[in-house]
């Protein structure tokens, strides 16, 4: 891993510099092909720092390239059966073009899984995203979304979207509504403690001290954090 990293360290620089990018882009993949078709122990974790050179490599180039060269990229991940390649496709190629196309892969991956496969909820909250960021009609995605209310991953988007457009009464709802529909699972005390900084942030006192008062006396703390913050609301 070493000696291929070198030569990446070594390689790479001076053809981004000489704006070669299509050249260090095709070494890279060349490189990780290379790589992947060795039989290599990986038992102390030797692909996982060759992946984290090669996708930080990747991404350099990505935000230094033009539209052409983003197709090609674009389109050589996409040939290739590897999730974490997908994965980088998802996080990156925010234009409308690649956005389109994003979204077809995504129903398609959809298409061939199980309605019990653990592996769908992560395939519905990335396409949730896609469409949130294509600008769909609003209706359009709530409409989505609204189908799969008891998944986490919807849920959080929507509140960080209410959140980043500083919404606070709606991120604080649709808080209070994951809490009821997490119940039962070791997300209910995280929901808390979102309503506890929601509160604060907001300066609802009132709010604040109810639902300090139900963590602390219901939920398993590590420290006195909680109790402490408690304590500030109440008189001697």
């Not at 490189?31 to 992947?36: H, I, K, N, Q, V």
């Not at 979102?194 to 703390?221: P, R, S």
Request: aromatic letters at 14%.
């Amino acid at each position: 891993r070493v000696i291929v990293l070198q030569f990446l360290e070594k390689k790479l620089p001076a053809l981004i510099k000489n704006n070669l990018l299509e050249d260090a882009f095709e070494l890279i993949c060349m490189t990780y092909e290379e790589a992947y078709s060795n039989d290599v122990d990986d038992s102390d974790g030797e692909y996982a720092g060759f992946d984290y050179c090669c996708f930080d490599w990747w991404k350099k180039l990505h935000d230094a390239a033009d539209i052409k060269l983003k197709r090609k990229m674009f389109a050589w991940f996409n040939s290739r059966k590897n999730e974490n390649l997908f994965d980088f496709v998802l996080e990156h190629f925010p234009e409308q073009e690649f956005l389109e196309q994003k979204l077809v892969l995504l129903d398609k991956k959809l298409a061939g899984e199980t309605n019990s496969s653990y592996y769908i909820e992560n395939l519905i909250a990335q396409k949730s995203a896609v469409m949130a960021q294509m600008k769909l009609p609003p209706e359009e995605i709530k409409a989505f979304r609204d189908q799969y209310r008891t998944l986490r991953g919807i849920r959080k988007q929507e509140i960080d979207e209410a959140l980043a457009e500083e919404k606070y009464a709606e991120a604080i709802e649709l808080v209070k509504e994951s809490k009821r529909i997490d119940e039962n699972t070791g997300w209910f005390f995280k929901w808390s403690e979102m309503l506890i900084d929601l509160y604060e942030e907001n300066g609802q006192k009132d709010e604040l001290g109810e639902e300090l008062l139900f963590y602390v006396f219901n939920c398993h703390q590590n420290d006195l954090n909680y109790v402490m913050r408690l304590k500030v609301l109440l008189t001697e």
